[in-house]
Nanobody
């Protein structure tokens, strides 16, 4: 299974970016998809997740600014990021969660840099 993330870049504070992630490869079951980020010197943290049934969870720090969406048929997940802040800077990773406690899959990460 491969996860290909795209859409990162450099943006000024207050700007917007849209991240996309597409999953491909051998047949696999998806329980949910999501985005995580890791800032320099910090642990990786959850940004937003969405289950196959459409249940969405956001980190408190991004509520009202970020929107996650997915296309179950295409196995893609996107993250619309608005009103970006310098503290949103980091490497963003997409992830697939699998059912029955099976290990998930991580994408390679895409850099998001917000200049103040």
């Amino acid at each position: 299974v491969q996860l290909q993330a795209s859409g990162g870049g450099l943006v000024q504070a207050g700007g917007s970016l849209r991240l996309s992630c597409a999953a491909s490869g051998s047949a696999f079951d998806i329980k949910g998809m999501g985005w995580y980020r890791q800032a320099p010197g910090k642990q990786r943290e959850l940004v937003a997740t969405i289950t196959s049934g459409g249940y969405i969870n956001y980190a408190d720090s991004v509520k009202g600014r970020f929107t996650i969406s997915r296309d179950n048929g295409k196995n893609t997940v996107e993250l619309q990021m608005n009103s970006l802040k310098s503290e949103d800077t980091g490497v963003y990773y997409c992830k697939i969660d699998r059912p029955f406690g099976l290990p998930g899959y991580w994408g390679q990460g895409t850099q998001v840099t917000v200049s103040s």
